[in-house]
């Protein structure tokens, strides 16, 4: 039942706009599915800031909460983003596009407070409408993207993953 429903929220956008009208469910906006590591969501905006960061602990699970704000008013949309995850090393960069400020940033040390995270940091980027972060991770996380809307957050959900079997390699000269 969540497999079709989420399928009918990504897929039918009237169906999607029928549920804004439910007190929880209108505001979710997507549950993302990673494709090879990379899931992208938000709506194309210029000059938001990623506000703050929050890490709630829940269970086994933690939840990196982004929450975006407007200067000029209340941003009921996230902003246009894209979460990439690799393997060896564990990481996830979150490039959010459309932002010019980046006041989460004293944020990102208290993402190691996560019992998954080794590590968040700011990435260069030389793009003055773009912010870049790494979130490096101790062991391997399965992870959950989620976006809401009113207000404007993506929140990543953390859980204990598989290590995955070491594929060794040969070299014939």
């Known amino acids: 039942m969540l497999i079709s429903f989420t399928i009918s929220i990504n897929s039918l956008p009237a169906f999607a706009e029928s549920l ?3 007190p929880v469910l ?5 549950v993302l599915q990673f494709t090879g590591g990379s899931a992208g969501g938000g709506t194309i905006q210029d000059g938001a800031d990623v506000k703050f960061i929050t890490l ?15 200067p000029d008013e209340g941003q009921t949309m996230a902003s246009s983003y894209n979460v990439k995850f690799t393997e060896y090393p564990y990481t996830m960069m979150v490039t959010v596009s459309g932002a010019r400020k ?8 208290t ?8 590590d968040a940091y700011p990435l260069i980027t030389l793009d003055d409408s773009a912010i870049r972060f790494n979130i490096t991770f101790k062991e391997p996380v399965a992870y959950e993207v989620k976006e809401y809307k ?9 859980k204990p993953g598989k290590e995955r079997a070491e ?3 040969y070299y014939r000269s």
């Open 20 to 22: 804004e009208q439910v």
């Open 111 to 118: 993402l190691k407070n996560s019992r998954y995270v080794r």
């Open 102 to 109: 980046f006041s989460a940033a004293r944020d990102l040390e």
């Open 150 to 158: 009113d207000p404007a957050q993506v929140v990543i959900t953390l």
């Open 56 to 70: 709630k602990t829940r269970g086994e699970s933690d939840q990196l909460v982004l929450d975006f704000a407007s």
């Open 26 to 30: 209108g505001k979710l906006v997507e």
């Open 167 to 169: 594929t060794s390699v």
